[in-house]
Every structure is written in structure tokens, then in C-alpha cells.
């Protein structure tokens, strides 16, 4: 089966600066790669995804890209503010989602003031 | 917006007793799921459905039981709770795009 490895575990940045997040995953089938927020009490959010027909896609101040060939895919958050604070999934799956989702083991983004 | 739902929001009991954690979602999609999360963060499948009367172990294995007798409803059952079923439970619905109810914090005293 598909599996997902994200790193880093934790990551703390500085307010302002830019954060960025790694997953790999491990079946070429995979083509379907979302990113989910989850804040302190509350259930994950997702807050970005990529299809595998394309590289990179943004939206504000998140992008994700995907690289099929080296099979990872990263996300990138800009200009960090202390409401980014969270900690944030990635996941794959093969379209259709007869499978459903593999996630990794998430990411503890701290934003430093 | 997704509307999927989870009651209770929190649940203190005592071992022995047995609970059901409601989910239901309003979205009409026929996959739903369960998982456990620890303070580890990282999310267990323990349970889902492909739709009505569909049910299905996941990779964590688990002593609730879930049932699936209308497309809204994925409740999951403790017969008896013990400490060690002290965590997070979510409930989520969606074909590829998972949607994610609020979660319920259970604590088995």
C-alpha cells in the first residue's frame, strides 16, 4: 500500500518568514495530494490540494508543488503569521479514492513573534 | 464548507460503560470514516464505509464497532470503555477530498 513520510515533525519560524513542508510517498498510482490544517480542538481543515497533471498551485500566501519523478511534494506558506500557528497533514491517494487517504504524521508549525 | 457533524464534543466516563459517538454529514456522500488521533498527532484509520450498509476495518485495529443504516448517520460504539480508549475521534466523509467533523474527546476515567 501507499505509504507517506513528512518531514519535519516540528518546525519553528519566525513571524514574517517563510515556512516550508516535505512529503514523499511511495505508489506511482498516487495523483491526488492534499494538505490539511488542523488548529488545537478542532477536527483537520483542508486548506490546499494538487492533482498530479499539474506542478505547483497557490492560493494567497500557501502553494504546494509536486514533483511525479522524485515522487514528494511540498508545501510552502509565505510570510508566516502567528494564526498559522497549527499543525498541518499531508496525504496522497489514487483518484477516486477507493483507498482513501494515506497521511503522513504531520508537522507542528510554530510561529515565533 | 463541509457539514459533517460530531456529538458529543467532549465525553467524560467511567470504565465499563457503554458509548456512541455520533456522526452525521449533511453532504449526501456514500464514504465516511473514523479515526483516532493521540496526542502524537498522527491520525489511525480505525474504521470506514463505502455506503449503506457498508463497513470496514482500517489499518488501527480497534474494539468499537460502527454501523452504517442511512447515508448521514456513521455512529461508533464502545461496549465497554476502558482507559486505554482515552483519545480523539474523528469522523470524516468524501470520495478523494476527506472532510472532517470537529472531533470528540473521549476520556475513560
Known amino acids: 500500500g501507499e505509504n507517506v513520510e513528512q518531514h519535519p515533525s516540528t518546525l519553528s519560524v519566525q513571524e514574517g518568514d517563510s515556512a516550508v513542508i516535505k512529503c514523499t510517498y511511495s505508489d506511482s498510482a498516487s495523483n491526488y495530494f492534499p494538505w490539511y490544517k488542523q488548529e488545537l480542538g478542532k477536527g483537520p481543515q483542508l486548506i490546499i490540494d494538487?492533482?498530479?497533471?499539474?506542478g505547483e498551485k497557490k492560493d494567497q500566501r500557501i502553494a504546494v508543488t509536486l514533483n511525479k519523478t522524485a515522487k514528494h511534494f511540498s508545501l510552502h506558506i509565505t510570510e508566516t503569521q502567528p494564526e498559522d500557528s497549527a499543525v498541518y497533514f499531508c496525504a496522497a491517494s489514487i483518484g477516486g479514492g477507493a483507498d482513501g487517504l494515506t497521511f503522513g504524521k504531520g508537522t507542528h508549525l510554530i510561529i515565533q513573534p | 464548507e463541509a457539514d459533517i457533524y460530531q456529538t458529543p464534543r467532549y465525553l467524560v466516563i467511567g470504565t465499563g460503560k457503554k458509548i456512541t459517538l455520533e456522526c452525521s454529514q449533511t453532504m449526501g456522500h456514500d464514504k465516511m470514516y473514523w479515526y483516532q488521533q493521540d496526542p502524537g498527532m498522527e491520525l489511525h484509520l480505525i474504521h470506514y464505509s463505502y455506503g449503506v450498509n457498508s463497513t470496514e476495518k482500517g489499518d488501527l485495529s480497534s474494539e468499537s464497532t460502527v454501523s452504517r443504516i442511512r447515508t448521514e448517520h456513521f455512529p461508533l460504539t464502545l461496549e465497554s470503555a476502558r482507559p486505554s480508549h482515552t483519545s480523539q475521534y474523528l469522523c470524516?466523509?468524501?470520495?478523494?477530498?476527506?472532510?472532517f467533523g470537529p472531533g470528540t474527546r473521549l476520556t475513560v476515567l
Open positions: 494538487i492533482r498530479s497533471n499539474v
Open positions: 470524516a466523509t468524501g470520495a478523494d477530498t476527506q472532510y
